[in-house]
C-alpha cells in the first residue's frame, strides 16, 4: 500500500486538474510485462493428446499385423530388449487362488520358524513338587503358589513367542524334573 502512494502521489499532483482513475494512474507506471514465445498448451485430460508423426505411423503398422506377426515382433523386442518372458494369466485369474502345488510347497520350505511355543502337557506325580520349584524359577514373576495351579492345570503354555534355543533348554530343563514338554 505505501509503494502505491509513492507511484499515486507524484501523479496526482502532475495532472491534478485532470481526474484520473486509479487504474490509469496503475497502467502508466506498470512496468511492461515480457513477453514469452514458444510456450505449447497441454490438451486438456479429457481430449486425446496428438500423436507424433513417427508414432502415427508406427500404431498404424502394427494394427495392420496378423497375429502371427504380432507374436515375431512381440518375440523379437524381447530379444532385443532383453525382457523376461512374463508368464500369460487366462482370463478371470485371480492371483493366488489356484496357485498351483509345487509353489505352495516351494512357499512352506522357505518360510522359517522363528518363534516357539513350549507346553506342559502332563508330569510325573511323583516329581510334582521339584516340577513346581523348576518352573517357578524358569518363569519370572511366578511365585510358589502360581507355579503350583499352572502345573496342576496341564496341559498349559509355559512360555510362547520364544527362539529355539530357549525353547530348548526349558524343555531340557524341566523333562529332568518329570515334565513332559511339547515345542511348538
Known amino acids: 500500500m505505501q509503494s502505491l502512494r509513492v507511484l499515486v502521489r507524484p501523479s496526482l499532483r502532475k495532472n491534478w486538474s485532470k481526474k484520473l482513475s486509479l487504474s490509469s494512474i496503475l497502467s502508466q507506471n506498470a512496468e511492461p510485462q515480457p513477453k514469452i514465445e514458444n510456450i505449447t498448451i497441454p490438451p486438456p485430460s479429457n481430449v486425446d493428446k496428438p500423436l507424433s508423426p513417427k508414432i502415427e505411423q508406427l500404431v498404424t503398422a502394427i494394427s495392420?499385423?496378423?497375429?502371427?506377426?504380432?507374436s515375431e515382433l512381440s518375440g523379437g523386442l524381447k530379444k532385443r530388449l532383453n525382457l523376461p518372458d512374463a508368464p500369460m494369466m487366462p482370463v478371470g485369474f485371480a492371483p493366488g487362488a489356484g496357485a498351483p502345488a509345487e509353489e505352495e510347497e516351494e512357499e512352506v520350505a522357505q518360510k522359517v520358524k522363528s518363534s516357539y511355543t513350549v507346553k506342559l502337557m502332563k508330569f510325573d506325580e511323583k516329581q510334582k513338587v521339584p516340577l513346581i520349584k523348576e518352573v517357578k524359577?524358569?518363569?519370572?514373576?511366578?511365585?510358589?503358589v502360581q507355579a503350583k495351579k499352572f502345573v496342576e492345570s496341564a496341559p498349559a503354555v509355559l512360555k510362547s513367542d520364544?527362539?529355539?534355543e530357549e525353547a530348548e533348554k526349558l524343555k531340557e530343563a524341566l523333562t529332568k524334573v518329570g515334565g513332559e514338554i511339547v515345542i511348538d
Open 137 to 144: 524359577a524358569q518363569i519370572e514373576g511366578m511365585n510358589l
Open 64 to 70: 495392420n499385423l496378423t497375429l502371427i506377426e504380432v
Open 162 to 164: 520364544i527362539s529355539k
